[in-house]
Protein backbone atom coordinates (compact mmCIF):
# COMPACT_ATOMS: atom_id res chain seq x y z
CA UNK A 1 0.00 0.00 0.00
CA UNK A 2 0.68 3.33 -0.65
CA UNK A 3 1.49 5.61 2.96
CA UNK A 4 1.51 8.53 1.86
CA UNK A 5 3.15 11.46 3.94
CA UNK A 6 0.66 14.32 5.79
CA UNK A 7 0.15 17.16 3.55
CA UNK A 8 1.56 20.74 4.97
CA UNK A 9 -1.81 21.54 5.60
CA UNK A 10 -2.52 17.74 7.37
CA UNK A 11 0.81 18.05 9.72
CA UNK A 12 -0.20 21.80 10.61
CA UNK A 13 -3.81 20.58 11.39
CA UNK A 14 -2.39 18.16 13.61
CA UNK A 15 -1.06 20.70 15.53
CA UNK A 16 -3.85 22.38 17.16
CA UNK A 17 -3.52 24.05 19.74
CA UNK A 18 0.68 23.92 20.46
CA UNK A 19 1.17 27.09 21.77
CA UNK A 20 -0.93 26.21 25.03
CA UNK A 21 0.18 22.41 25.33
CA UNK A 22 4.19 23.09 24.64
CA UNK A 23 5.08 22.13 27.93
CA UNK A 24 3.19 18.70 27.79
CA UNK A 25 4.70 17.94 24.77
CA UNK A 26 8.22 18.20 26.20
CA UNK A 27 7.01 16.33 29.00
CA UNK A 28 5.76 13.52 26.85
CA UNK A 29 8.72 13.71 25.44
CA UNK A 30 10.76 13.44 28.17
CA UNK A 31 9.03 10.06 29.44
CA UNK A 32 9.34 8.67 26.23
CA UNK A 33 13.20 9.24 26.51
CA UNK A 34 12.93 7.71 29.86
CA UNK A 35 10.73 4.29 29.25
CA UNK A 36 13.58 3.93 26.22
CA UNK A 37 15.97 4.28 28.15
CA UNK A 38 14.37 1.83 30.78
CA UNK A 39 13.82 -0.50 27.90
CA UNK A 40 17.36 -0.83 26.69
CA UNK A 41 18.25 -2.12 29.79
CA UNK A 42 15.65 -4.61 30.41
CA UNK A 43 17.07 -5.87 27.07
CA UNK A 44 20.61 -5.20 28.16
CA UNK A 45 19.68 -7.14 31.41
CA UNK A 46 18.22 -10.20 29.68
CA UNK A 47 20.24 -10.63 27.00
CA UNK A 48 23.41 -10.96 30.17
CA UNK A 49 20.32 -13.16 32.14
CA UNK A 50 20.90 -15.39 29.58
CA UNK A 51 24.64 -15.73 28.87
CA UNK A 52 24.66 -16.15 32.46
CA UNK A 53 22.68 -19.03 32.28
CA UNK A 54 24.26 -20.22 29.09
CA UNK A 55 27.35 -20.14 31.30
CA UNK A 56 25.24 -22.22 34.57
CA UNK A 57 24.18 -24.73 32.50
CA UNK A 58 27.40 -25.85 30.81
CA UNK A 59 28.81 -25.83 33.55
CA UNK A 60 26.19 -28.18 34.84
CA UNK A 61 26.28 -25.78 38.13
CA UNK A 62 22.83 -26.83 38.63
CA UNK A 63 23.97 -30.42 39.41
CA UNK A 64 26.29 -29.21 41.91
CA UNK A 65 23.45 -27.81 43.77
CA UNK A 66 21.45 -30.52 43.96
CA UNK A 67 18.78 -30.38 41.05
CA UNK A 68 18.29 -33.05 38.36
CA UNK A 69 18.44 -30.97 35.57
CA UNK A 70 18.33 -26.92 34.86
CA UNK A 71 14.38 -26.69 34.40
CA UNK A 72 14.05 -27.84 37.91
CA UNK A 73 16.38 -25.36 39.02
CA UNK A 74 14.87 -22.60 37.57
CA UNK A 75 11.52 -23.64 38.67
CA UNK A 76 12.14 -24.08 42.21
CA UNK A 77 15.39 -22.40 43.12
CA UNK A 78 14.10 -19.13 41.15
CA UNK A 79 10.55 -19.96 41.37
CA UNK A 80 10.10 -19.33 37.55
CA UNK A 81 6.63 -20.87 35.95
CA UNK A 82 6.49 -23.61 33.50
CA UNK A 83 6.20 -20.83 30.55
CA UNK A 84 8.56 -18.61 31.23
CA UNK A 85 11.77 -21.49 32.04
CA UNK A 86 11.06 -23.15 28.88
CA UNK A 87 11.45 -19.96 26.57
CA UNK A 88 14.38 -19.23 28.91
CA UNK A 89 15.95 -22.40 28.38
CA UNK A 90 15.12 -22.94 25.16
CA UNK A 91 17.03 -19.17 24.30
CA UNK A 92 19.88 -20.13 26.89
CA UNK A 93 20.95 -22.83 24.60
CA UNK A 94 20.58 -21.54 21.62
CA UNK A 95 23.13 -18.52 23.09
CA UNK A 96 25.54 -21.71 23.14
CA UNK A 97 25.65 -22.75 19.68
CA UNK A 98 25.11 -19.44 18.13
CA UNK A 99 26.77 -16.51 19.88
CA UNK A 100 25.82 -13.99 17.00
CA UNK A 101 22.54 -14.18 18.41
CA UNK A 102 23.46 -11.32 21.29
CA UNK A 103 23.66 -8.42 19.80
CA UNK A 104 20.52 -8.71 18.06
CA UNK A 105 18.76 -9.86 21.52
CA UNK A 106 20.18 -6.81 23.05
CA UNK A 107 18.88 -4.34 20.51
CA UNK A 108 15.48 -6.02 20.88
CA UNK A 109 15.55 -7.11 17.31
CA UNK A 110 15.17 -10.37 18.79
CA UNK A 111 12.95 -11.73 21.93
CA UNK A 112 12.51 -14.95 24.43
CA UNK A 113 9.57 -15.85 22.11
CA UNK A 114 11.22 -15.46 18.42
CA UNK A 115 14.40 -17.17 20.08
CA UNK A 116 11.93 -20.68 20.84
CA UNK A 117 10.72 -20.96 17.26
CA UNK A 118 13.74 -19.98 15.70
CA UNK A 119 16.05 -23.02 17.43
CA UNK A 120 13.60 -25.45 15.89
CA UNK A 121 14.87 -24.53 12.66
CA UNK A 122 18.24 -22.50 12.77
CA UNK A 123 21.68 -24.81 12.02
CA UNK A 124 25.05 -24.04 11.33
CA UNK A 125 24.39 -24.46 7.67
CA UNK A 126 21.37 -22.20 7.11
CA UNK A 127 22.18 -19.05 9.81
CA UNK A 128 23.53 -16.74 7.46
CA UNK A 129 20.26 -17.37 5.15
CA UNK A 130 17.30 -17.85 8.00
CA UNK A 131 18.62 -15.72 10.64
CA UNK A 132 17.50 -12.14 9.09
CA UNK A 133 14.18 -13.51 8.58
CA UNK A 134 13.78 -13.62 12.49
CA UNK A 135 14.70 -10.56 13.71
CA UNK A 136 12.29 -7.61 14.08
CA UNK A 137 9.16 -9.99 13.48
CA UNK A 138 6.73 -10.96 15.90
CA UNK A 139 6.03 -14.74 17.60
CA UNK A 140 3.57 -15.01 15.67
CA UNK A 141 5.57 -14.59 12.39
CA UNK A 142 7.87 -16.20 13.88
CA UNK A 143 5.71 -19.55 13.79
CA UNK A 144 4.73 -18.26 10.06
CA UNK A 145 8.08 -18.37 9.35
CA UNK A 146 9.31 -22.17 10.84
CA UNK A 147 6.00 -23.37 9.00
CA UNK A 148 7.10 -22.29 6.06
CA UNK A 149 10.76 -23.73 6.52
CA UNK A 150 9.19 -26.89 8.25
CA UNK A 151 5.75 -27.71 6.71
CA UNK A 152 4.39 -30.88 8.41
CA UNK A 153 3.96 -33.04 5.74
CA UNK A 154 0.47 -34.17 6.74
CA UNK A 155 -1.78 -30.95 7.84
CA UNK A 156 -4.91 -32.64 9.87
CA UNK A 157 -7.55 -32.02 7.90
CA UNK A 158 -10.94 -31.55 9.84
CA UNK A 159 -13.79 -29.46 11.56
CA UNK A 160 -14.41 -29.83 14.96
CA UNK A 161 -17.29 -28.67 17.26
CA UNK A 162 -16.96 -28.83 20.77
CA UNK A 163 -19.59 -27.74 23.55
CA UNK A 164 -17.58 -25.90 26.05
CA UNK A 165 -18.80 -26.56 30.21
CA UNK A 166 -20.34 -23.46 31.27
CA UNK A 167 -21.71 -25.34 34.77
CA UNK A 168 -25.23 -24.71 32.72
CA UNK A 169 -26.55 -28.20 30.67
CA UNK A 170 -28.36 -25.54 28.59
CA UNK A 171 -25.79 -22.94 27.64
CA UNK A 172 -22.75 -23.97 26.01
CA UNK A 173 -20.27 -21.76 24.06
CA UNK A 174 -18.82 -24.04 21.30
CA UNK A 175 -15.68 -24.22 20.11
CA UNK A 176 -15.38 -24.62 16.25
CA UNK A 177 -11.79 -25.50 14.89
CA UNK A 178 -11.23 -24.66 11.53
CA UNK A 179 -8.48 -26.65 9.59
CA UNK A 180 -6.59 -25.28 6.20
CA UNK A 181 -8.98 -28.12 4.51
CA UNK A 182 -11.93 -28.34 6.50
CA UNK A 183 -14.65 -29.98 5.32
CA UNK A 184 -17.97 -30.73 7.13
CA UNK A 185 -19.10 -33.79 8.29
CA UNK A 186 -21.37 -36.68 7.33
CA UNK A 187 -23.68 -35.36 9.76
CA UNK A 188 -23.93 -31.86 9.20
CA UNK A 189 -26.08 -31.94 6.56
CA UNK A 190 -28.28 -33.75 8.37
CA UNK A 191 -28.72 -31.21 10.77
CA UNK A 192 -26.09 -32.04 13.46
CA UNK A 193 -23.21 -30.35 14.30
CA UNK A 194 -22.36 -31.87 17.52
CA UNK A 195 -21.13 -35.70 15.83
CA UNK A 196 -17.96 -34.33 13.52
CA UNK A 197 -16.02 -36.89 12.40
CA UNK A 198 -12.73 -36.57 13.79
CA UNK A 199 -8.86 -37.61 13.07
CA UNK A 200 -7.76 -39.65 15.76
CA UNK A 201 -4.24 -38.65 15.12
CA UNK A 202 -4.67 -35.01 14.99
CA UNK A 203 -4.65 -32.99 18.52
CA UNK A 204 -7.47 -31.68 20.05
CA UNK A 205 -8.08 -28.09 19.80
CA UNK A 206 -7.28 -26.43 23.19
CA UNK A 207 -10.54 -25.32 24.93
CA UNK A 208 -10.90 -24.36 28.52
CA UNK A 209 -14.13 -24.07 30.46
CA UNK A 210 -15.65 -20.55 31.05
CA UNK A 211 -18.02 -19.69 34.10
CA UNK A 212 -20.96 -18.13 32.36
CA UNK A 213 -21.76 -16.78 28.55
CA UNK A 214 -22.85 -13.29 30.08
CA UNK A 215 -19.54 -12.72 31.94
CA UNK A 216 -17.45 -14.77 29.24
CA UNK A 217 -14.19 -12.26 28.03
CA UNK A 218 -13.79 -12.46 24.27
CA UNK A 219 -11.42 -15.39 23.85
CA UNK A 220 -8.43 -14.49 21.62
CA UNK A 221 -8.28 -16.72 18.58
CA UNK A 222 -5.72 -19.15 18.35
CA UNK A 223 -3.81 -19.42 14.84
CA UNK A 224 -1.75 -22.52 14.33
CA UNK A 225 0.73 -22.31 11.26
CA UNK A 226 1.08 -25.77 9.75
CA UNK A 227 2.28 -24.80 6.12
CA UNK A 228 3.77 -21.48 4.02
CA UNK A 229 -0.01 -21.35 2.85
CA UNK A 230 -2.60 -23.61 5.69
CA UNK A 231 -3.05 -22.59 8.94
CA UNK A 232 -5.86 -23.79 11.66
CA UNK A 233 -7.85 -21.22 13.22
CA UNK A 234 -9.30 -22.22 16.35
CA UNK A 235 -11.76 -19.42 17.58
CA UNK A 236 -15.08 -19.93 20.41
CA UNK A 237 -18.85 -19.61 18.59
CA UNK A 238 -21.71 -19.57 19.91
CA UNK A 239 -24.98 -21.39 18.90
CA UNK A 240 -26.43 -18.59 17.11
CA UNK A 241 -23.21 -18.91 14.89
CA UNK A 242 -23.76 -22.65 14.08
CA UNK A 243 -27.04 -22.20 13.29
CA UNK A 244 -26.11 -18.86 10.96
CA UNK A 245 -23.36 -21.46 9.67
CA UNK A 246 -25.92 -24.36 8.82
CA UNK A 247 -28.10 -21.96 6.93
CA UNK A 248 -25.29 -20.14 4.91
CA UNK A 249 -23.69 -23.74 3.76
CA UNK A 250 -27.22 -24.42 2.61
CA UNK A 251 -27.82 -21.38 0.66
CA UNK A 252 -24.19 -22.65 -0.72
CA UNK A 253 -25.46 -26.02 -2.24
CA UNK A 254 -25.94 -24.96 -5.49
CA UNK A 255 -23.39 -22.56 -6.27
CA UNK A 256 -20.80 -24.98 -4.29
CA UNK A 257 -21.69 -28.49 -2.69
CA UNK A 258 -20.11 -29.45 -0.26
CA UNK A 259 -18.72 -26.12 0.78
CA UNK A 260 -16.20 -26.35 3.33
CA UNK A 261 -16.42 -23.87 6.86
CA UNK A 262 -13.89 -21.87 5.27
CA UNK A 263 -15.41 -21.63 1.87
CA UNK A 264 -18.84 -20.67 3.41
CA UNK A 265 -16.51 -17.87 5.35
CA UNK A 266 -14.27 -16.66 2.71
CA UNK A 267 -17.65 -16.17 0.31
CA UNK A 268 -19.29 -14.20 3.35
CA UNK A 269 -15.80 -12.52 3.89
CA UNK A 270 -15.65 -11.41 0.36
CA UNK A 271 -19.55 -10.05 0.70
CA UNK A 272 -18.48 -7.64 3.82
CA UNK A 273 -15.08 -6.68 2.39
CA UNK A 274 -17.24 -5.58 -1.02
CA UNK A 275 -19.45 -3.57 1.29
CA UNK A 276 -17.31 -1.94 2.94
CA UNK A 277 -15.09 -1.10 -0.41
CA UNK A 278 -18.27 0.51 -1.39
CA UNK A 279 -18.71 2.43 1.30
CA UNK A 280 -15.15 3.98 0.77
CA UNK A 281 -16.32 4.91 -2.84
CA UNK A 282 -14.00 2.49 -4.01
CA UNK A 283 -16.29 0.57 -6.89
CA UNK A 284 -15.39 -1.44 -9.73
CA UNK A 285 -16.29 0.99 -12.25
CA UNK A 286 -15.64 4.60 -10.45
CA UNK A 287 -16.00 8.07 -11.47
CA UNK A 288 -13.53 10.41 -12.69
CA UNK A 289 -12.13 12.35 -10.07
CA UNK A 290 -13.68 16.04 -9.62
CA UNK A 291 -11.29 18.51 -9.95
CA UNK A 292 -9.78 20.43 -6.67
CA UNK A 293 -12.03 22.69 -5.59
CA UNK A 294 -11.04 25.45 -2.68
CA UNK A 295 -10.73 24.14 0.93
CA UNK A 296 -13.67 26.53 1.87
CA UNK A 297 -17.09 26.65 0.29
CA UNK A 298 -18.38 28.73 2.60
CA UNK A 299 -21.82 30.82 1.03
CA UNK A 300 -20.91 33.49 -0.15
CA UNK A 301 -23.84 36.95 -0.73
CA UNK A 302 -23.31 36.86 -4.33
CA UNK A 303 -23.81 33.09 -4.55
CA UNK A 304 -27.12 33.35 -2.33
CA UNK A 305 -28.72 36.39 -3.70
CA UNK A 306 -31.73 36.06 -6.08
CA UNK A 307 -31.09 37.72 -9.68
CA UNK A 308 -32.71 40.21 -8.86
CA UNK A 309 -31.17 41.33 -6.04
CA UNK A 310 -27.37 40.21 -8.43
CA UNK A 311 -28.31 43.09 -10.76
CA UNK A 312 -29.54 45.76 -8.53
CA UNK A 313 -25.86 47.49 -8.00
CA UNK A 314 -25.30 48.64 -4.07
CA UNK A 315 -22.64 51.24 -2.80
CA UNK A 316 -19.19 51.05 -4.40
CA UNK A 317 -17.66 50.84 -0.53
CA UNK A 318 -19.98 48.16 1.16
CA UNK A 319 -17.86 45.43 2.21
CA UNK A 320 -19.04 41.92 1.22
CA UNK A 321 -20.69 39.96 4.58
CA UNK A 322 -18.57 37.47 6.16
CA UNK A 323 -19.80 33.73 6.25
CA UNK A 324 -20.92 32.77 9.87
CA UNK A 325 -18.16 31.47 12.40
CA UNK A 326 -19.05 28.01 12.23
CA UNK A 327 -21.58 25.95 9.94
CA UNK A 328 -24.66 24.09 11.50
CA UNK A 329 -27.15 22.00 10.18
CA UNK A 330 -26.94 18.48 8.47
CA UNK A 331 -23.62 17.77 6.58
CA UNK A 332 -23.53 16.69 2.51
CA UNK A 333 -22.44 13.13 1.64
CA UNK A 334 -18.89 12.78 0.26
CA UNK A 335 -18.41 12.83 -2.64
CA UNK A 336 -17.14 8.85 -4.26
CA UNK A 337 -14.96 9.75 -5.95
CA UNK A 338 -13.18 11.79 -3.84
CA UNK A 339 -13.42 9.70 -0.92
CA UNK A 340 -12.25 6.68 -2.89
CA UNK A 341 -8.98 8.88 -3.78
CA UNK A 342 -8.31 9.87 -0.08
CA UNK A 343 -8.53 6.50 0.47
CA UNK A 344 -6.11 5.87 -2.17
CA UNK A 345 -3.71 8.49 -1.57
CA UNK A 346 -3.46 7.81 2.42
CA UNK A 347 -3.03 3.81 1.38
CA UNK A 348 -5.89 2.90 3.60
CA UNK A 349 -4.18 3.85 6.90
CA UNK A 350 -3.93 6.60 9.34
CA UNK A 351 -1.80 9.69 8.39
CA UNK A 352 -1.72 11.19 11.80
CA UNK A 353 1.80 12.56 12.04
CA UNK A 354 4.11 11.13 14.15
CA UNK A 355 6.44 13.47 17.05
CA UNK A 356 9.55 10.96 16.37
CA UNK A 357 8.49 10.92 12.47
CA UNK A 358 6.37 9.13 10.33
CA UNK A 359 2.46 8.30 10.51
CA UNK A 360 0.36 6.39 12.71
CA UNK A 361 -0.50 3.63 10.12
CA UNK A 362 -3.08 1.88 12.43
CA UNK A 363 -5.95 0.26 9.95
CA UNK A 364 -8.32 0.20 12.50
CA UNK A 365 -11.37 2.25 12.70
CA UNK A 366 -10.30 4.78 10.12
CA UNK A 367 -12.64 7.36 9.41
CA UNK A 368 -12.18 10.46 7.13
CA UNK A 369 -11.59 13.39 8.80
CA UNK A 370 -11.07 16.83 7.31
CA UNK A 371 -8.37 19.05 8.19
CA UNK A 372 -10.33 22.60 8.22
CA UNK A 373 -13.37 21.92 9.83
CA UNK A 374 -16.39 21.13 8.50
CA UNK A 375 -17.81 23.50 11.30
CA UNK A 376 -15.32 25.85 10.00
CA UNK A 377 -16.46 25.84 6.49
CA UNK A 378 -13.90 23.14 5.73
CA UNK A 379 -14.50 21.89 1.90
CA UNK A 380 -15.56 18.43 1.27
CA UNK A 381 -12.25 18.01 -1.22
CA UNK A 382 -9.42 16.09 -1.52
CA UNK A 383 -7.26 18.38 -0.21
CA UNK A 384 -9.08 18.72 2.59
CA UNK A 385 -9.95 15.46 3.82
CA UNK A 386 -7.75 12.19 5.39
CA UNK A 387 -7.70 9.59 6.30
CA UNK A 388 -7.38 8.76 10.07
CA UNK A 389 -8.10 6.07 13.16
CA UNK A 390 -11.19 7.09 15.36
CA UNK A 391 -8.24 7.88 18.29
CA UNK A 392 -6.16 10.49 16.23
CA UNK A 393 -9.83 12.23 14.99
CA UNK A 394 -10.82 12.76 18.45
CA UNK A 395 -8.18 14.64 19.61
CA UNK A 396 -8.05 16.68 16.65
CA UNK A 397 -11.45 17.72 17.51
CA UNK A 398 -10.54 18.21 20.92
CA UNK A 399 -7.60 20.00 19.75
CA UNK A 400 -9.57 22.47 17.58
CA UNK A 401 -12.83 22.82 19.20
CA UNK A 402 -12.09 21.93 23.37
CA UNK A 403 -13.10 19.17 25.28
CA UNK A 404 -16.03 20.66 26.62
CA UNK A 405 -17.64 21.42 22.84
CA UNK A 406 -16.48 18.17 21.78
CA UNK A 407 -18.66 16.54 24.95
CA UNK A 408 -21.68 18.75 23.95
CA UNK A 409 -21.55 17.93 20.34
CA UNK A 410 -21.19 14.12 20.93
CA UNK A 411 -23.81 14.03 23.53
CA UNK A 412 -21.23 13.45 26.58
CA UNK A 413 -18.86 11.60 24.59
CA UNK A 414 -15.80 12.54 23.14
CA UNK A 415 -15.71 12.30 19.73
CA UNK A 416 -14.96 14.40 16.62
CA UNK A 417 -16.61 17.07 15.47
CA UNK A 418 -14.41 18.27 12.39
Same mark, same amino acid.
Given at each position: ?????????????? %??????????? !???????????? $????????????????????? *???????????????????? +???????????????????????????????????? $????????????????????????????????????????????????? !???????? %????????????????????? $?????????????????????????????????????????????? *?????? $???????????????????????????????????? /??????????????????????????????????????????????????????????????????? +????????????? /???????????????????? %??????????????????????? *?????????? %?????
Amino acid at each position: MNNAQPTSSSAAAS %THGAATSSLAL !LEARRLRDAIAA $LLRRERAAMADFLIALSDFDQ *RRAWEVLGYGNLFAFLTSEL +GLTPAPTYWRLEAARLLQRFPELIEPLRQGRLCLTT $LGELSRVLTEENCAEVLPRFLGISSREAKEVVAELQPRPAPPMRTVIRP !LSTGRSSE %TAPVLALGPDSAPSADTDSGS $LWAPKVDPAAPAPIHAPVAAPAAVAPRRDEVDPLTAELSRLSTTVS *RRFLAK $LKTARAGLSHAIPGATTEQVLEAALDLLLENQARGR /GQVKRPRAVPPIAAPFDAPTPAASATPTETATPGPADTPPEPPPHRRDGPRAAIPAAVRRAVWQRDG +GRCCWPLDGGGTC /GSTHQLELDHVVPWAEWGGE %TLENLRVVCRAHNRVAARQRFGE *RCVRRYQGGT %TGSAG
